[in-house]
């Protein structure tokens, strides 16, 4: 894994503002609204996440499923991930990550950004069985180094960091998902 500077995350924190607000609003708004029916929700959340260039169907199947299972702590990438691919036959990794993440903030999301910070590589094979345990592995790799990060001085830092420049989230976010955003704003 690369080596991710102090310097590199102080860079990251004032970019993560705008998102840091958005993403508070939908955790608020998912527990409250029906995701399913609420188009506004859909709007902010595909704006947040990047879901683009979807057909109506998928839309509709994603929010059916995430209202459903709002409340499901016990839910699995995998789980997501399957049911994902039966909507249209396509292994949607990210989408998948993004879901799960959203009903539990303990997890992490698989994006290319997170990939490509912590240099874990995502293969896509043309068979769709193999692409799902791909997707898994990688997916398992993003937990294994959160699980080890977390045992470091180097998360607790971080952590540090984020809650100085946001202290108004410092109970609204779990640690999970400000290593994420911090993540997501480190870009070469």
Known sequence: MPKITISQVMKALPKIESGLQKYLCLRDRILTENVAKNDDFQRDYNHFFRVRQKSQEFYTEYYKFMEKHKNDKALTYEAVLKHLYRIEGKVEASFASKLLS???????????????????????????????????????????????????????????????????????????????????????
């Open 102 to 188: 959203m009903i539990n903030p303990d997890l992490p999301v698989l994006d290319r950004q997170v990939l490509e910070n912590l240099d874990v590589k995502l293969s896509r094979p043309t068979d769709h069985k193999k692409r799902i345990e791909c997707s898994l592995a990688a997916y398992e790799e993003i937990c294994e180094w959160y699980k080890n990060h977390f045992k470091s001085g180097e998360a607790k830092e971080w952590i540090k960091l984020f809650d100085g420049h946001y202290p108004e989230a410092k109970n609204k976010i779990t640690d999970v998902k400000k290593i994420d955003l911090i993540l997501w704003q480190i870009r070469d």
